[in-house]
């Protein structure tokens, strides 16, 4: 393999929340920073009098640049949130650009070490349409003149996941902040069996302020990063939900959920009402519970089926249904191997029981294994990727290192190297 | 009489004159009264300066510098003295005297309000007098700003300077890399590159459907 690759091979794993990026000679861990832009106002008259605005601030400078907190939504863009970036829509996608920008700009080597460009290796959301291939395409085009891209490529996330794993047959189940996907590997990624789901942390988030409100803390519910916080202290994932309620009414005080926000006084106390905290992590793998009826009935919106790009994402599907359908779209032979390698993946995966509560809730791996159990699907191995932050990153760099230079993009297998020098 | 148990006497003499306790001060010896465009000065003389020539000179000539800054100089004198010397020559120049004796003190020869110190200290007559004063001061403010501007100016000529030479520096050497030490081959791969299978597997990417 390339001399020239071991050096000079770059990662871009654009997540839903987060960029990470770096060459292979960082080591183990990329560089992180927001995957998001702002787009400050022109106008501004501090912005006018003290400095050049940038049309669109990235990276980890951005908050120093933010404005009004009234206009952050419609200024501040997450371009991946959904993992998929409209054809149209050009805030998104010029932020998309700055960021692929500033991630080379941030590793820019000089000619004097034989730097003659990068092999970039993007890494997308699995349901990535081909116009987003197209539209990544021609942003890396536009670095040309600078020559810091040799060659680019861009692969789906769960395949970068198996290859940081180091898996070359299983089923990756990448769970991020708005959508979940399904995707079997068998060291291609199989396309047509993908499933995605339309939940993610985000969803987890959603259930925490409906149970905020019904606890008497509606007037906190409002904010994502706090409810975000919410959930990480107080959210439990069950082994199963009904078990897990019971043994919660019987014994409140042992179940009790209470959460101090650090340096406020804000302390938010569930006390009889802590079985609710089980709610939360369930209702991301499996939102079909009749418990959930209730907060649909009062206003909170159902998960649905939505339609974006060239994929439907599923709203109500468990994440058990969604595994054994995509797999049973893959040739029988297949199917146990697939089922003996389930990876999973995202920040969204990382449940923990705390000690005193093992009896009734549970990791992620577990859960799954449970979801499966009940489809009659017995014989499973379920892990979460080695480094969750940084597998899809690792893959990135393992595939740009080993793919040969001479293989070009091919459209029809969405792989190779699209030559940009020579 | 002690020259203490003196003046604390003159003190309570002029209180009985009108003046206002906070009004009345002493300084090197002498006793100030600083009532509104009213500035006296009492010398205390005693016996002993009188005998003494020196002495006494030297207090004739103090009573003359005193009427530029006070509106009324008085002299206190024993008694003895009034009755031996005559008071034309102190009327003359306007001081006044307060004559002094183990019982009582009393206003002899009232002083005449200073011509100088009128100007200088009060009435609109004194306007010049003041601007001036105020013009010194707007000099000596002047002459520091100019000092300041001139080390300030020093002080950016050399950052000027310094800057230059800076920049002539990075022009002549080629810029560093802005992550030199992070995109520079360190010669190993990654350990998450051990024992993995995808290394093969990808390898053969294009040549397998070739």
Known sequence: MSEYKGKYTFGMDFGTSDYKYGPITLGDEPRITHNRGYFPDRNSVMLRAFQEASEVIVGDDLPQYLQSVEDLSERLVYPMRNGIVEKNNDRAWRVVSEIADYGLRSFSPNGANGFDGYYVVASLSSVSPRYMYERMFQIFKTFDDRQLIKAATIIPQPLAVAIGHGVTTCVVIESGHGNSQVCPISRYPIRDAQVAINRGGGDANAITAEILKDTGYGDLANEESFLRRVKESIGLLPLSLEDAIDAAKKSPRKFRAKFKVPGTRVEIDLEDNSWMRFLIGEYVFNPNHEVYQSYFTRGMPKPKDVRIGDTTFRGMIDFGEAIVASVERCPVELQPLLYKEILLSGGNMSWQPPDKLTEVATDAPTKIKQLLREKGIKQVSVKMTKAPQHSVWHGCIIYGYAVPEEYGWNWNRLEGWMQFHA | ?210
């Open chain 2, 1 to 210: 009489m002690p020259e203490p148990q003196l003046n604390q006497r003159i003190q309570f003499y002029l209180m009985s004159m009108g003046y206002a306790q906070d009004q009345i001060s002493e300084s090197n010896g002498r006793i100030l009264v600083s009532a509104p465009n009213d500035r006296i000065v009492v010398v205390p003389v005693n016996a002993q300066q009188l005998s003494d020539r020196t002495a006494l000179l030297q207090i004739v000539l103090g009573v003359s510098n005193l009427q530029r800054e006070f509106d009324r100089v008085y002299l206190a004198v024993p008694r003895l003295f009034a009755a031996v010397y005559d008071t034309k020559p102190f009327q003359d120049q306007g001081v006044g005297l307060l004559v002094y004796d183990s019982r009582r003190i009393e206003e002899t020869l009232q002083a005449r309000k200073s011509e100088i110190a009128t100007v200088s200290n009060g009435g609109p007559e004194s306007k010049p007098i003041e601007v001036m004063a105020e013009l010194e001061k707007l000099r000596e403010a002047y002459a520091t700003l100019q000092e300041s501007i001139r080390s300030l100016r020093e002080e950016i000529s050399r950052q000027t300077s310094m800057e230059r030479d800076r920049i002539a520096e990075r022009l002549e050497t080629p810029p560093p890399p802005v992550s030199l030490v992070s995109a520079t081959p360190q010669g190993s791969l990654p350990v998450f590159f051990e024992n993995n299978p995808w290394l093969e597997v990808l390898s053969r990417r294009g040549k397998e459907s070739s």
